[in-house]
C-alpha cells in the first residue's frame, strides 16, 4: 500500500479568483498541468499548500469534490484532515465524503506542543477511527513541536498508518526512521530540497510544492532518484535551486501560486493574512524560472 504514495506527490494549491472565491478554471488546469505525461504520481488536497486553514469547511468539499470528478486518469488522491483537535478529526471523518479519496494526510498537531506520548495517542486514536489509510506529516516550523523518530517508529506498526511526510529537515532522524521501519512503511520527504538525500537513505519519495508549477521537471528528478542515477537527479536539482527559496520567502504559496501565474495556469492570489507576492519577489521569480519552462 505504500508504494501507491512513492514518487511524487504534489500538495495542490487553491486557486482564487480576485475577489477571493475559488477559482474551479484555474484548478482545472493545474489538475491537467500536473497530471501531464511525465507529471505527478498523486494529488494532495487541502495541505498547507493549499492555505487550508482560510478555507470553510464547505470550500473544502467543493474542493475536493471538484478534484475526484476531474480525475480522468485516475491520480491517487490524498486529502489533509488533521489539526490540533483530536476529537474534532474524529468528526470531520463523519462529515466528510471521502468517495474517491485513497488516504488522509494528517499533520502534526500544533500550537498545543504536545508530549511525545500525547502526539502518539492522538495519531492512534485517529488511525484507529480513520476510515482510510493515514500520512502522518512532521512540520516542526510550522507546529512547534517535532515528532520524534521514535514516536514515528511507535506509529509505523499501526495497520493504518502507511507513511510519514518528514519535513523537520532532520537528515539523522530521517536515518533513525529508514534504519528501523517496517518495510511497507514509507519515508517521504516534506522539504522539496531534501528529497535526494532522503531518497539515498532509503526515502520512497516526496510531497512537493515546487510540483505545482514544474511537475514533469520534479517528477523527472525523483524518478532518476528511486533509480540510483543521481548525476541525473542532481542535474534537474540545479535547475530548482535557484527558485526553490523564492516560495518561502514571503511564505508558501505565495511563491508558487506567483510562479503558476507566470506560466498562465492561475492568478497569484491568496488569502490574508498572507499577501501576493511583492514587486520585488515576483521579479526574483521570473529571473529563477528554470530554463527548459516556458513563461505564458
Known amino acids: 500500500m505504500a508504494n501507491q504514495f512513492g514518487g511524487t506527490g504534489v500538495a495542490l494549491v487553491t ?31 487541502q495541505g498547507t499548500t493549499g492555505e487550508s486553514a482560510t478555507l470553510s469547511a464547505s470550500e473544502k468539499a467543493e474542493v475536493l469534490r471538484f478534484v475526484v470528478q476531474n480525475n480522468p486518469k485516475k491520480i491517487p488522491i490524498v486529502y489533509g484532515i488533521g489539526g490540533n483537535n483530536t ?8 462529515n466528510t465524503d471521502l468517495n474517491g479519496v485513497d488516504a488522509i494526510l494528517s499533520v502534526s498537531p500544533y500550537y498545543n506542543k504536545p508530549s511525545q506520548n500525547g502526539i502518539y495517542e492522538h495519531y492512534k486514536l485517529i488511525a484507529d477511527h480513520s476510515p482510510l489509510p493515514i500520512i502522518l506529516y512532521n512540520v516542526p516550523g510550522r507546529t512547534a513541536s517535532n515528532v520524534s523518530g521514535k ?29 528501523e ?24 519519495g516526496v510531497i512537493s510544492v515546487l510540483a505545482n508549477a514544474f511537475p514533469v521537471l520534479f517528477s523527472g528528478m525523483t524518478k532518476a532518484a528511486l533509480q540510483g542515477d543521481y548525476a541525473t537527479a ?15 520567502e514571503e511564505s ?45
Open 252 to 296: 508558501n504559496p505565495v511563491g508558487v501560486k506567483q510562479a503558476l501565474a507566470l506560466l498562465g495556469i492561475c492568478s497569484p492570489v491568496v488569502r490574508l493574512p498572507l499577501l501576493a507576492a511583492s514587486e520585488a519577489l515576483k521579479s526574483k521569480i521570473e529571473q529563477a524560472m528554470p530554463k527548459q519552462v516556458s513563461i505564458a
Open 87 to 94: 476529537t474534532g478529526i474524529l468528526e470531520t471523518f463523519k
Open 234 to 248: 542532481n542535474k534537474k536539482l540545479h535547475e530548482l535551486f535557484a527558485i526553490n527559496p523564492l516560495m518561502y
Open 181 to 204: 521501519k517496517p518495510a511497507d512503511f514509507a519515508l517521504l520527504s516534506g522539504d522539496d530540497m531534501l528529497t535526494i538525500p532522503i531518497i539515498s537513505l532509503g526515502g520512497e
Open 151 to 179: 514516536t514515528t517508529l511507535r506509529l509505523a506498526s499501526h495497520p493504518k498508518i502507511l507513511a510519514m511526510k518528514e519535513a523537520s529537515g532532520d537528515l539523522n532522524q530521517c536515518i533513525e526512521i529508514s534504519k
Open 15 to 45: 486557486p482564487f479568483k480576485a475577489d477571493f472565491s475559488i477559482d474551479f478554471e484555474g484548478l482545472g488546469r493545474l489538475l491537467e498541468h500536473t497530471a501531464a505525461t511525465g507529471g505527478v504520481d498523486y494529488w494532495v488536497v
